[in-house]
């Protein structure tokens, strides 16, 4: 448990709380994914007190002359709860890094810990990986938009840009310019005016060999000319003064 117990009965109205439909479900401190994750196990909450085992189960509800007739491992939550921890042991302790600007309009804010502050270009060495900051701001969406250019691979991890509707394949090399258009059309979501076509110009000037989308299946081939296609033929209506729309500085400038 955390912190100072309060007896027995506590922790009994714990695990009355966690009772359904004639079940107790438990996070078991005992399991594989709690000797695993250490300080990562995803049962941490902040708000966790109590940590269970079946045996401690058995010995509390003995407590009211109740036994427990079976114990059963359930697969789903217990998968939830291993990947969960997996990341937490890969994540915990280190810094978030974003934007400068989506630091001060929101992560400064939001982060448990001050966020690490990047520069328009400034690039994070992974160990082998050279991940560069590029803001596009307003493209497709908010203020601190910006996207990720891995240089080693030549990858634009281009978040909402050529966000795709229904299923496909993970990695295509076929057209998807046309399914880009269809999306937008349908979601509405990209700034008014030229904002995101030229963005899209400028990005290509990167010439991405791998365009990884959020949405939708990711492009392998020549990104620089399929970015320069999409901004040709983004629709660029309802217009808005360029002078209305902060550019926030474009790569930097």
């Not at 995803?42 to 427990?68: C, H, M, S």
């Amino acid at each position: 448990m955390v912190g100072d117990s309060a007896g027995p009965d506590e922790a009994l109205a714990v695990l009355d709380r966690a009772h359904t439909a004639g079940r107790i479900l438990i996070e078991n401190r005992a399991s594989f994914a709690a000797s695993l994750g250490g300080a990562g196990w995803a049962a941490l909450g902040p708000d966790a007190r109590y940590f269970f085992t079946v045996e401690a189960v058995r010995r509390l509800i003995a407590r009211r002359d109740q036994v427990v007739r079976r114990a059963r491992w359930s697969f789903q939550p217990s998968l939830y709860m291993t990947w969960q921890t997996l990341l937490n042991s890969v994540t915990f302790g280190h810094d978030v890094a974003f934007g400068a600007l989506g630091c001060r309009v929101s992560l400064e804010d939001m982060a448990d810990r001050r966020p690490r502050s990047l520069a328009p270009r400034e690039a994070i060495d992974l160990g082998g990986r050279r991940v560069v900051v590029v803001p596009t701001p307003h493209a497709p969406h908010n203020l601190e938009a910006q996207v990720l250019y891995e240089e080693t691979t030549r990858t634009l991890l281009c978040g909402d840009l050529f966000t795709q509707l229904g299923p496909g394949p993970a990695v295509t090399t076929d057209y998807l310019i046309d399914a880009a258009l269809e999306a937008e059309g349908v979601l509405r979501t990209a700034a008014p005016g030229g904002t995101v076509p030229r963005a899209l110009e400028q990005l290509a000037d990167l010439e991405p060999r791998t365009l990884a989308v959020m949405h939708g299946s990711s492009f392998e081939g020549d990104g620089g000319a399929a970015l320069r296609e999409l901004a040709r033929a983004w629709p660029v209506s309802p217009a808005a003064p360029a002078a209305d729309i902060a550019t926030a500085g474009w790569f930097g400038e």
